[in-house]
């Protein structure tokens, strides 16, 4: 099993101090003290994932769903395979502080400034984690045909053990978790609008996640995962040379039936 990550000087300035006030009261059906909210626990082995189904209210979310549609600085994330450009199947962007490049799946993503409602969303999160992030990652998926392939959130830049925490605005969609090791260890969660899901510990080493497409119809979802990233950390080299496009937000995708994880 993987060391305990309080051992690790990362874990300790932020990747994984999670309270445990909130994960023991979602293990015995509890709530969350800073929101009222319902915490449930996943059992699962080698895995620490907690869901707050309604952490933001309805008029919460519905209004911070509306003002990052339009505020975001949204990317169409372009990847070349076999010689051709091909965008993926989401809208993507990428806040934080300054230094707090990221690298993932080949792509290298510069941080844009806070805004104050990513920064409402952050101290929220972060209030009922008991953890600070200092960067998020936006999806946009606009309809079913938008998703993210099979993947853990491990680049050596979140930490020997990362806090991922995730939050749902919008379409409710489904979301996939599967073992590494252990195949029939799987199962699935629907994410509700307003919710936040917060995975730590051994978990990204463990387990894989996907948000698969699907053919009923589903309005837009924007999921927000807030992590912290250290500078000091080495980072992978990018596998496929890729780009950030910012395109209208009617701009035609010809292959968003793309794997790009």
């Known amino acids: 099993m993987l060391t305990d990550s309080a051992r690790d000087p ?47 209210s309805a008029a919460d979310a519905d209004r911070l769903q509306a003002v990052l549609t339009d505020t975001v600085s949204w990317h169409d994330v372009w990847i070349r ?6 965008p993926v199947p989401r809208r993507t962007a990428w806040y934080g502080d300054t230094d707090r ?22 101290r929220s999160v972060e209030a009922v984690a008991g953890w600070t992030s200092n960067s998020v990652l936006l999806n946009l998926y606009r309809d079913g045909r938008d998703s993210v392939a099979w993947h853990a959130d491990d680049e050596p830049e979140l930490g020997r053990e990362p806090v991922i925490a995730s939050v749902s605005l919008g379409a409710t969609r489904r979301f996939h978790l ?6 029939e260890h ?11 899901l917060i ?31 250290s500078p000091s950390a080495p980072r992978r080299a990018p596998c496929a040379p890729a780009s950030l496009v910012p395109r209208s937000r009617a701009a035609p995708l010809a292959a968003r039936d793309v794997s790009d994880r």
């Not at 941080?111 to 990513?118: E, F, K």
């Not at 799987?186 to 936040?196: C, I, M, P, Y």
């Open 101 to 122: 490049v990221y690298t993932y799946s080949g792509i290298e993503l510069q941080p844009a400034s806070w805004t104050d409602p990513l920064l409402e969303i952050k």
């Open 81 to 86: 395979i076999h010689g051709r450009h091909i």
């Open 178 to 183: 599967r073992h590494n090791d252990e195949p």
């Open 199 to 229: 995975m730590r510990g051994p978990t990204q080493h463990y387990w894989r996640h996907q948000l698969s497409k699907t053919a009923r119809p589903v309005g837009p979802r924007i999921n927000l995962t807030f992590r912290f990233v």
């Open 186 to 196: 799987r199962t699935q969660l629907d994410l509700a609008h307003g919710s936040v």
């Open 10 to 56: 990362d874990a300790r300035r932020g990747h994984a101090a999670v309270q445990g006030a909130l994960f023991d009261a979602a293990a015995t059906g509890g709530v969350d003290t800073a929101a009222g909210a319902m915490a449930v626990r996943l059992d699962l082995p080698d895995a620490d994932i907690v869901y707050l189904p309604t952490h933001f």
